[in-house]
């Protein structure tokens, strides 16, 4: 039995769920936004309306060995964060340490000067909302997947380094720093 996948999904109020079993979607709405699900065949979904409550299962003929049990999870915890998405949203902040290191928000793309000869350029997928301020970027949404990609798409474009701390990283990130060359006694 999967432990994450026998836990029901409690719908809060303001959300509404609709499922269609005959092709396997899942589309949630709420005052943030709407997400839509195609779940795979070895999982079942269900809405229970008098409960506000989603539960998942595996389908009949399903063996509890091998990869059905992880699908079963998954589907579980996808549905989750659609939930959570479309309730509070997803928010990741970076922030920018280094001496000319910026990024501004111009329409649909991000630009980032990060040391490097040209800009790095970077498209805000739909859904998802982009700010500066000062030097931390914030990168907002209602799904978590792609909210989760831009803000690591951004760290990864100039990691931070391990001797004066300059790059991008995660607000709040702990970055292990290395001593420095020691010159002779």
Not at 33 to 62: F, M, N, Q, Y
Request: charged residues 25%.
């Amino acid at each position: 039995m999967s432990r994450i996948g026998k836990k029901p999904i409690t719908v809060p109020s303001g959300v509404t769920v609709s499922i269609d079993p005959a092709s396997r979607s899942v589309n949630i709405e709420g005052s943030k936004g709407k997400l839509s699900l195609v779940h795979r065949p070895e999982v079942v979904v269900e809405w229970h309306a008098d409960e506000k409550s989603i539960e998942c299962r595996l389908a009949e003929g399903t063996a509890l060995d091998g990869s059905g049990k992880a699908y079963w999870g998954l589907t579980r915890s996808l549905i989750n964060n659609m939930v959570e998405g479309v309730t509070n949203g997803y928010t990741k902040k970076l922030e920018i340490v280094g001496v000319g290191y910026g990024a501004k928000v111009a329409g649909p793309k991000i630009t980032l000067k990060l040391g490097f000869a040209n800009e790095i350029v970077f498209q805000i997928p739909a859904g998802v909302e982009c700010s500066v301020e000062r030097d931390v970027v914030t990168v907002t949404g209602v799904d978590k997947q792609k909210v989760g990609e831009l803000a690591a798409k951004i760290r990864n474009s100039r990691k931070p380094e391990p001797y004066n701390g300059k790059g991008v990283r995660y607000l709040g990130e702990d970055i292990r720093r290395k001593q420095g060359k020691a010159f002779g006694a």
